[in-house]
């Protein structure tokens, strides 16, 4: 059936605009029937792999605004959770989408919203194998996704120890500038650290370094100690924003405390584009220290763009 | 951390709301790690069994009404989700639930809806291993969830064959009185179907008959010419309830002609409470006939509650 793309979705209803968009989803080789059953069948993974799941949303008003471009939009719904996938040490595979739209929605932002979520999931390797459309009264992408991980190499948010330093990649803060609509995740960094056994823990930083750190000391049963002057601030930022402002989407991750510059020559000839940046260490929970900044990142259900 | 049941998502914030949720969720022996990670992490299945997936939502003033009891919504947003496992032959494993909700939300009603999410998670043995929370103007409940299902057992739409029988389990029509908010998703009869190789293709039907059966057939290739009076039809309702209604989440599959009559008595014997009729047959796609009915079942986009 041919849509034309200045029509409503009450016009053409969702079994053409399900057929528009499912007629060119990427797909790789572990799928054996991606969309248009009741499921998805994908293969299982073999011995040594475990698998991951992992959802996310991206809101109209809090994820980003009403007149940002369809595509970008799509390409950050999967790329957040690639991003986490990613802070795993694991390999994204199987990606499904929720789309909620207005039924006055226009067919050709629907179009060039799937465009964004195919152009991440092909960059990635990653199949979109289903999802679901309904109506509602704002536009909300919600990604959901199954991974691989090596059990070997998989790293959690709680085997930080004490002594620890603590690195972040990249630079912090002002995402909002356009970053948290382009980024790149951090796929085949956190896939060469997850080949290193002197990193511990690590996670991505999507609510900013004051709340993610915290979460990741927390899980891990410990405090930290950071130098607030040494945080990688982003150009034109300041230290505080660089802890506050969220939506970074880059590693922070622990490592022995002996390894630091070891780590820090091999990632440079490695990664010579990226940085990377030692902030601190991580303490005994009783000898952490809370860094002298006035916000602490962003916080759903208080925080609002 | 304490929260007052009254408070509002506001006053408490992402974390303590998160916490409450994480701090009773079913899990089963498949986890190796549920809430608190970047991604929950699940063993994978063995040789014969490949991996579904599949993610559905319930969105206020679409699924439900606004005056719906929390508690029922959950179980529906997780029921719908569990019958489309179930259709294909499968079994439901492990679910990651998004929220969408207003920040004036209380929170004891987040405290209902998780309770019908996990009642439903554990009548079916399913683990709740994460999820996303998010601001939005109304809310929306969305479900992912992998299964598994015996590659030699897995129910396809697209496998039904010329002169296969039609069959519909339950009562079909007026859902909406009640029954959409309270299904049982028929699992352990589905798993008993698939195990019988003269069940070639099913479906669940949600959308309504009018709807769900077109697309099975379309699936296959196949027409196929119903009886409308045979249609077993929910007390009070008309055979065009029992074909356009929708939300039903009865199984709906096709059997070899010669076996119709066999799988009758079985079934008579097995499921001695939920009827079995038979409605019809698959024919050739050019020998298909339109029933003689004024609708065809709930659509997206078009239709509103």
């Not at 053409?12 to 790789?28: F, Q, R």
């Not at 993974?45 to 991951?52: A, D, F, R």
């Not at 796929?187 to 002197?198: D, G, V």
């Amino acid at each position: 059936m041919k849509i034309a793309r200045s029509e409503k979705l009450f016009e053409v209803g969702e079994d053409a605009l399900v057929a528009m968009i499912t007629s060119k989803l990427p797909t790789n080789r572990d799928v054996v029937a991606g969309a248009g059953d009741d499921c998805a069948i994908v293969k299982p993974c073999g011995k040594i792999w475990h698998v991951l799941l992992k959802t996310d949303c991206v809101v109209e008003g809090v994820h980003f605004f009403p007149n940002t471009p369809f595509d970008q939009i799509g390409w950050k719904a999967m790329a957040r959770v690639v991003s986490d996938i990613a802070a795993m040490g694991g390999v994204p595979l199987h990606a499904m989408i929720t789309l909620i739209l207005p039924s006055d929605f226009e067919v050709i932002k629907v179009e060039q919203l799937y465009s964004g979520l195919r152009r991440c999931a092909e960059r990635y390797g990653i199949s979109i194998v289903g999802g679901e459309t309904s109506t509602g009264p704002l536009v909300i992408v919600s990604v959901s996704m199954m991974g691989k991980v090596n059990i070997k190499r998989c790293l959690r948010r709680t085997k930080a120890k004490v002594g620890d330093a603590i690195f972040v990649t990249g630079k912090l803060g002002g995402s909002i500038r356009g970053k948290h609509l382009k980024f790149e995740p951090r796929l085949k960094e956190a896939q060469w650290l997850s080949a290193r056994p002197f990193v511990h823990a690590m996670m991505d930083l999507s609510d900013g370094l004051g709340k993610d750190l915290p979460r990741l000391a927390d899980a891990s049963g410990l405090g930290f100690v950071i130098e607030e002057e040494s945080l990688p601030v982003s150009k034109g930022c300041t230290q505080q924003q660089a802890w506050s402002d969220g939506e970074d989407y880059e590693l922070l991750f622990s490592v022995s405390a002996d390894d630091g510059k070891r780590l820090q020559i091999a990632w440079k000839h490695k990664f010579p584009n990226l940085p990377l940046t030692c902030i601190g260490r991580f303490v005994k929970k009783s000898q952490g220290k809370i860094p002298q900044f006035k916000r602490g990142g962003w916080e759903h259900f208080k925080s609002r763009l």
